[in-house]
């Protein structure tokens, strides 16, 4: 399954200033087998402070795969991950998040019950440190309530605060989710297809959102939206077949011949 | 007030005040009644925390049930008999006051629920079903061989145990027990629910990924809510024991665990009185359908169908409408 070592090949970053940085996330070696399929074939991967990292791929790519050992809902055959230094590789994904790591799904993963609210509170609660109460008032105004109310404002949903989340649109549960791993003050994003299935405006609102939220935290970002990655993306790499066949800035990506030939195609 | 605190209310009211008027009819069989409706809502209020809250769908809760009533047993009979109770180098003697038999068999399940959970938290679905269901047979069997408490005959408790002050043999005393017993723990519900462990626990329930993405660990709360739900079930067991004065293993048995269940679903699963207006229309089921014919849980399996196809959120929702999402 894997490809030959040939064909792999890493453009060094022609930004100077994104290389001078220390990576904030990064993988080293991991790999992950499901029979004879080979998911994840020695990914190195490196998440820089500033910048958003768009690992981009075909279907079937392994890019989810990937995200899943990296916010640690799927432990890797072997290799390692990192976050701010740290090997995060044996963690669950609840201490990872502890440790800093925002994520956001493919498919929403809300608590779709309760109110916009109080999925925004239950991020605030989990990012601070002590155990959950059985007595206090949660939902009562305070200071996690503040928090989850500014988190909203920030993503645009602050009017719907009081909504069912089960009521409101797919665009809306997208800013949701944004809006809850923006609550745990992470020291990276990890965002699968967060543009999935929104609208040209809600993309376009969603890139803005994005592009400001760099300098807080950089953003892997899983996406198909090509428009969006262009848009975005400091840096892109290329997964092919579990494998990384390119990584660089975005014009190198676009120029770069192999990734043509295997997923952009030759319109680009 | 919202329609269901008000609905609430009624039903509490209802449940004391059917009592109540017994007492000034001289109808000493209908407070028991009432007592036992109030007993088995304690134990209903217990399982809902887990499968109304939790999403867990305990088979089991009988294990509970049963053990509150063996902690009661055992020491109300070491006192009757006089014999220290013997647990290796530890020497107790037995108790026939009700706080104190309450603790033990709060203290005994909450045991009990925490290797129970610990074990079957680690299964969801149909396994997490199974096991909580074996775990409650496998008391029973031991139970029934349990020769020094009675075996499958049981263990009968001569006199009702004692709470300072009031004469627990008279029955509306013993009703009004069991009844602010039965606020106490509606009371700490409803604290739990607008709660940051109940928020988790609701949340865990929808999506456990989401509660793990912001760093909660949702086994954690669901263990902790199982150990919870365990200390109230065996609460109930203990006052169901001293309500009838015998204990024996059937209280263990998957029926108990089942009706638990059936009569939760009836009144409403995470409603925070669906348990009690479940518990009072089984028992006057029991009551009256069971005068009519010895097969009366053909028409409760018939009312339950009824309920689970055309009410989903049981006589409470059907009464007070949706659920509001808690603010």
């Not at chain 1, 930004?15 to 940085?21: G, H, P, Q």
């Not at chain 1, 109110?115 to 007595?135: E, H, I, M, P, W």
């Not at chain 1, 791993?181 to 376009?204: C, I, N, R, W, Y």
């Not at chain 2, 014919?293 to 309920?307: A, M």
Request: with cysteine; aromatic share 8%; charged share 15%.
């Amino acid at each position: 399954m894997s490809e030959p070592q040939a064909s792999t090949h890493t453009i060094p970053p022609s930004n100077t200033r994104l290389n001078s940085y220390a990576p904030v996330l990064n993988t080293v070696e991991v790999c992950k087998r499901f029979g004879n399929l080979q998911a994840s074939v020695n990914i190195n991967l490196e998440l820089r402070a500033g910048e958003i990292h768009a690992l981009i791929g075909p279907n079937g790519a392994g890019k989810s795969t990937l995200i899943k050992q990296i916010a640690g809902g799927l432990k890797p055959d072997s290799g390692q991950i990192f976050l701010n230094g740290v090997d995060v590789t044996r963690l669950g994904t609840a201490a990872r998040a502890k440790a800093g790591l925002g994520r956001t799904f493919q498919v929403s993963a809300l608590a779709m019950e309760d109110t916009v609210l109080q999925n925004a509170v239950l991020g605030c609660l989990g990012a601070q440190s002590g155990s959950l109460r059985l007595f206090d008032s949660i939902m009562r105004p305070g200071a996690l309530r503040t928090q989850a109310n500014e988190a909203l404002e920030r993503v645009g949903l602050a009017e719907h605060a009081h909504k069912r989340t089960s009521e409101i649109s797919h665009g809306q549960r997208r800013q949701l989710e944004i809006a809850v791993a923006l609550t745990l003050h992470p020291k990276a994003f990890v965002m699968d297809e967060p543009m999935a299935g929104l609208g040209v405006q809600g993309s376009s609102a969603l890139i803005d959102l994005l592009g400001g939220l760099r300098h807080e935290a950089p953003i892997l970002l899983v996406e198909h939206d090509m428009d969006a990655v262009f848009a975005l993306a400091d840096r892109i790499s290329v997964l092919v077949y579990g494998e990384i066949i390119a990584s660089g800035t975005v014009d190198e990506i676009r120029q770069d011949a192999a990734v043509k030939r295997a997923y952009l195609g030759d319109e680009q | 007030m919202k329609r269901e605190s008000l609905i609430n209310l009624i039903l509490l009211g209802l449940l004391v005040g059917f009592p109540v008027w017994a007492m000034f009819s001289d109808e000493p069989f209908f407070i028991t009644l009432a007592t036992k409706a109030a007993i088995l809502a304690i134990a209903g209020v217990g399982l809902n925390l887990v499968i109304g809250q939790g999403g867990l769908v305990s088979f089991g809760h009988a294990s509970f049930f049963g053990l509150g009533g063996y902690s009661m047993g055992i020491l109300a009979s070491h006192a009757q008999t006089y014999e220290p109770l013997v647990l290796g180098p530890l020497v107790i003697d037995g108790s026939q006051s009700m706080p104190i038999i309450w603790l033990v068999a709060m203290g005994v399940s909450a045991v009990a629920a925490l290797l129970i959970g610990a074990l079957s938290l680690r299964t969801s679905g149909v396994y997490f079903i199974m096991i909580t269901l074996a775990f409650g047979q496998m008391f029973y069997y031991f139970t029934i061989s349990w020769s020094a408490y009675g075996g499958e005959d049981g263990l009968s408790i001569y006199v009702r145990n004692t709470f300072p002050g009031l004469n627990t043999l008279d029955p509306i005393q013993f009703f009004m027990i069991v009844f602010v017993l039965l606020l106490l723990v509606l009371g700490f519900c409803a604290r739990l629910r607008g709660s940051s462990f109940g928020l988790a626990l609701n949340a865990a329930r929808q999506s456990s990924e989401r509660v793990k993405t912001v760093g909660i660990e949702p086994f954690r709360i669901q263990l902790a809510a199982f150990v919870l739900s365990g200390m109230i079930t065996g609460l109930a067991g203990a006052l169901f024991a001293d309500l009838n004065r015998f204990v024996s293993p059937s209280m263990f048995s998957w029926q108990i665990s089942g009706e638990i269940m059936v009569f939760v679903i009836m009144g409403g699963v995470a409603r925070l009185c669906g348990p009690v207006v479940g518990a009072m229309l089984f028992i006057v089921l029991e009551h009256v359908l069971g005068g009519l014919s010895e097969f009366w849980h053909i028409y409760l399996g018939f009312l339950l169908l009824l309920i689970v196809l055309f009410a989903r959120g049981g006589i409470v929702g059907l009464l007070a409408g949706r659920e509001k999402a808690h603010e």
